[in-house]
């Protein structure tokens, strides 16, 4: 692996940003400073743009992993956008070993299979197996359009088994049957909401984010779980923000059958746009697609920072004429003519993506 020198970039190295030069040898960061001046194979020249920590998308749907109708080819949705980790939120297909032969880091949610309102414990049972040491939690599809949900019995059995097998539980709240309140007083630290600001019944905004502000408090991750505009209400994220309420996780949510129908290009970039135009801080969008997801996927000694030791992984951005423009289905417009661009995606001391 050659050597690669990053200069003159503004670094988020996952808690804060500051100017200095990046040098990688092999696999590994080995320098951060300003000035450095050792002779590389690969000189990259960042004047302007921002060198960031490798990003963490919690909430993908890999080929293979989950459902055919749903899973999208990793590499191809992540490593354009800045992405080098990602976790499949609801697998069901393949193994450890497909998981395994992925160039993208990665981790599982095991797809939890409701029926009658209860969970198919024996089949749950089965994913973990299947998934073995990959697996991080289990996810629930708290919809009553896609699940035999009627009320929180299921939620909380998943939350109960979680808690037997050291997991956390991923839960989508779209469509749910449950009040935004019940749900979140459901889960316990650590677990992880997605899709926190879609609109329909039961949203978050209908008790004034009372319910959410409580959960954060008590260390439940609030995931934006984008999905461009399916499952994110332009009107109650923007809201959100104004009352206080930032996201823990910026995630995609990405999928083979919505990746190419958006107005603009889909992935971790739009989102973070997304965020941006709605009102949330740079520091805040780069924490929560960084080192925050990290965290949330109990990774963090492994993902999400740009620091001396750790692993190579760093994605370079460019402020530029990136736009997007984006409607909900309550009507809500969002748009943009500029936003960030992966130019640069490096994993494990390798280049994997330039534009």
Same mark, same amino acid.
């Given at each position: ?18 100017? &200095? ?54 590499? #191809?949705? %992540? ?28 981790? #599982? ?16 049972? &089965? ?36 808690? +037997? ?5 991923? #839960?989508? %709240? ?29 949203? &978050? $905004? ?7 502000? +409580? ?26 923000? +104004? %009352? ?70 760093? $994605? ?40």
């Amino acid at each position: 692996m050659a050597k690669i020198l990053i200069k003159n970039g503004r670094i988020w190295n996952g808690e804060q940003f500051l100017y &200095a030069d990046v040098l990688t040898d092999k696999d590994k960061t080995l320098r951060i400073e300003p000035n450095i001046s050792e002779n590389a194979d690969f000189v990259y020249h960042a004047e302007g743009k921002i060198v960031s920590a490798g990003l963490v998308d919690a909430h993908v749907h890999m080929r293979g992993i989950s459902s055919e109708e749903f899973g999208i080819q990793a590499e #191809v949705s %992540c490593f354009p956008f800045g992405v080098t980790a990602a976790a499949d939120a609801g697998g069901g297909r393949g193994d450890k070993a497909l998981l395994d032969s992925f160039m993208l880091k990665n981790a #599982v949610f095991a797809g939890v299979r409701l029926k009658d309102n209860h969970i198919d414990f024996m089949e749950t049972e &089965a994913m973990l197996a299947k998934y073995g040491d990959k697996v991080i939690g289990l996810k629930v599809y708290f919809d009553t359009t896609v699940s035999e949900v009627s009320d929180i019995t299921p939620l909380c059995e998943v939350c109960k088994i979680a808690r +037997q097998k050291g997991l956390r539980v991923m #839960v989508h %709240c779209s469509n749910s049957p449950a009040k935004m309140e019940e749900i979140l007083n459901t889960l316990d630290k650590g677990d992880i909401l997605t899709h926190s600001f879609h609109g329909g019944k039961n949203n &978050a $905004a209908e008790d004034e984010f009372e319910s959410m502000r +409580q959960a954060q408090k008590r260390g439940v991750v609030i995931d934006a779980g984008m999905a461009g505009y399916v499952h994110t209400d332009f009107g109650v994220l923007e809201k959100a923000i +104004q %009352c206080g309420i930032v996201p823990d996780v910026i995630s995609t949510d990405i999928t083979r059958y919505s990746a190419y129908i958006r107005g603009g290009r889909y992935g971790m970039t739009m989102c973070m746009n997304i965020a941006k135009t709605a009102g949330m801080r740079e520091e805040d969008i780069f924490r929560a697609v960084t080192s925050n997801p990290a965290k949330a996927l109990g990774k963090e000694n492994e993902w999400g920072y740009l620091k001396v030791g750790r692993a190579a992984d760093i $994605a370079v951005f460019d402020y530029t004429d990136e736009g997007f423009d984006l409607t909900d289905k309550a009507g809500n417009h969002i748009s943009n003519t500029e936003g960030y661009r992966c130019v640069l995606t490096v994993s494990d001391g390798q280049i994997i993506y330039r534009n």
